[in-house]
């Protein structure tokens, strides 16, 4: 039979690892995503994950330290010394995909029905861009390290314009086009 004090510290050691085990689950939650970079080498944005076990575990209960996964310049300079670190270190939010690009679509308006872009919902309903060769393209069809030249030769589509446009694009057989009815005022 177990006495009063294995019970107390049983439960203790139970809620110290539960304690510990919900600091690493939120680091990897909020780790988690693409971010760009400059590559010291290069000077040319690239593409890198971070280990996330590695860097939630090291982060949980002190100042962020992180580790590359995998980037875009990999495996030929795996073996860098990942000095683009630094700058992830001094901003690890304002790195990440999603973040350059909720950035960039803010206060925009859809190229087509011109409504103004509210927050971005990343699960579902993400916006899209409009080229130059008039194609609506979702941004995960580009390679990530891409994204800042694409933002400076594209506009932005809301997702139901993006539907639409696709759906003229591939069915245009099945597409009727009617001219805008009268005003009632006229």
């Not at 294995?6 to 439960?11: D, L, M, Q, T």
């Not at 609506?136 to 139901?160: G, M, Q, S």
Request: hydrophobic share 40%; charged share 25%.
């Amino acid at each position: 039979m177990m006495n009063l004090g294995e019970i107390v510290g049983g439960a203790a050691a139970a809620a110290l690892f539960g304690f510990g085990a919900w600091h690493v689950a939120r680091g990897i939650f909020a780790l988690r995503g693409t971010r760009l970079v400059t590559c010291p080498e290069t000077g040319r944005p690239v593409a890198v994950d971070l280990d996330l076990r590695y860097s939630a575990v090291r982060s949980a209960f002190g100042r962020p330290h992180f580790r590359l996964k995998d980037c875009t310049r990999w495996p030929e300079r795996a073996g860098c010394g990942q000095t683009c670190l630094g700058e992830l270190e001094a901003a690890p939010h304002d790195c990440l995909v999603r973040t350059i690009l909720a950035q960039w679509y803010a206060g925009k308006r859809c190229a087509f029905c011109r409504r103004e872009f509210g927050e971005i919902q990343w699960h579902d309903h993400k916006p899209a861009l409009l080229g130059a060769d008039g194609i609506t393209r979702e941004w995960a069809d580009f390679p990530a390290e891409t994204i800042p030249a694409v933002l400076e030769t594209h506009r932005p589509v809301c997702w139901n314009c993006h539907v639409a446009e696709t759906f003229r694009r591939v069915h245009a057989d099945l597409v009727v086009e009617r001219p805008p009815r009268p005003s009632a005022q006229a």
